[in-house]
């Protein structure tokens, strides 16, 4: 069974940094894209970043300078290293394994990011 | 990026209903648009892909259609299970939009 398990999150101050890290099992993990897509208390959903198994990344906007992805496929492990963390940045984190080019086919469980003072 | 707008924002329907959710881009997206379901507390879960293709598993009452920037999901004969808040989003670009979601409610 593939199954997705983020951890990671917690409080942090507006400045702060963290690692979210994400365990995925269940399939050939190597050569799928892996994403990380996040929602804010009460609001829709905002893609972050995704990264394919040859390495190659992308990032919103609104996070770009900021968070970095990374992945390690020897531990079938996908890392999101969240610095310089803003109040907007309060989200439950979901990764997910990619279907397609910046689609998702399965979800993780997510993990609460809280940026307050 | 590329806007995405779903209609209603919220649905009121009773078990057994057929209902529809429209998503609409801002510009062409070909038929690169997915389908989540999302349940209070959880994480959203896949439906549809390529516009009208069924993710196995999903139940065949849940239907999608449409190309280029109009676009429909159709729950046929409405479950309780069904209940939820829905997603479009466009995988036509390097920066995937989500709709604002529509919630399905029970009347």
């Known amino acids: 069974e593939v199954h997705l398990l983020e951890s990671g999150g917690g409080l942090v101050q507006p400045g702060g940094s963290l690692r979210l890290s994400c365990a995925a099992s269940?399939?050939?993990?190597?050569?799928?894209?892996m994403s990380w897509v996040r929602q804010a208390p009460g609001k829709g959903l905002e893609w972050v970043s995704e990264?394919?198994?040859?390495?190659?990344?992308y990032y919103a906007d609104s996070v770009k300078g900021r968070f970095t992805i990374s992945r390690d496929n020897s531990k079938n492990t996908v890392y999101l290293q969240m610095n310089s963390l803003r109040a907007e940045d309060t989200a439950v984190y979901y990764c997910?394994?990619?279907?397609?080019?910046?689609?998702?086919?399965?979800w993780g469980q997510g993990t609460t990011v809280t940026v307050s003072s | 990026d590329i806007q995405m707008t779903q209609s209603p924002s919220t649905l009121s329907a009773s078990v057994g209903d057929t209902v529809t959710i429209t998503c609409r881009a801002s510009q062409s997206i070909s038929s690169w648009l997915a389908w989540y379901q999302q349940k209070p507390g959880k994480a959203p879960k896949f439906l549809i892909y390529?516009?009208?293709s069924l993710e196995s598993g999903v139940p065949s009452r849940f239907s999608g259609s449409g190309s280029g920037t109009e676009f429909t999901l159709t729950i046929s004969s409405l479950q309780p299970d069904d209940f939820a808040t829905y997603y479009c989003?466009?995988?036509?670009?390097?920066?995937?939009?989500f709709g604002q979601g529509t919630k399905v409610e029970i009347k």
């Open positions: 269940g399939f050939s993990f190597n050569i799928y894209a």
């Open positions: 990264i394919h198994g040859s390495g190659t990344i």
């Open positions: 989003q466009q995988y036509n670009s390097y920066s995937p939009t």
């Open positions: 390529d516009a009208s």
């Open positions: 997910a394994k990619n279907i397609a080019v910046a689609a998702w086919d399965v």
